[in-house]
Nanobody
Framework: QVQLVESGGGLVQPGGSLRLSCAAS????????LGWYRQAPGKQRELVAT???????NYVDSVKGRFTISRYSPKNLVSLQMNSLKPEDTAVYYC???????????WGRGTQVTVSS
């Protein structure tokens, strides 16, 4: 059974940095898209960044220039470097891995990121 585990979350002051990572319990083949989503209390889950198997990247406007998504290995699947963090970045961040033909859609349990003085 495939399990995704996020790491790297925590408490940081405004202007600080964090790096999130997502690891898989087994090697996953046929990945089409990797992504990071986040959900703040009382709000809907939103897409933060994605990267395709071809290396194409997409970011929500609010994080452009501050966050960078990268893919680096079959098990250590994807990372999110977050710089110049703001209080509005506070949320639970989730890792997502899916195929392009509806074969699977995996989610991690999330990691808390809190930006506060």
């Amino acid at each position: 059974q495939v399990q995704l585990v996020e790491s790297g979350g925590g408490l940081v002051q405004p202007g600080g940095s964090l790096r999130l990572s997502c690891a898989a319990s087994v090697t996953i083949r046929g990945i089409n898209v990797l992504g990071w989503y986040r959900q703040a209390p009382g709000k809907q889950r939103e897409l933060v960044a994605t990267i395709t198997s071809g290396g194409l990247k997409n970011y929500v406007d609010s994080v452009k220039g501050r966050f960078t998504i990268s893919r680096y290995s079959p098990k250590n699947l994807v990372s999110l470097q977050m710089n110049s963090l703001k209080p509005e970045d506070t949320a639970v961040y989730y890792c997502n891995v899916r195929s392009g033909v509806g074969q699977y859609d995996y989610w991690g349990r999330g990691t808390q990121v809190t930006v506060s003085s």
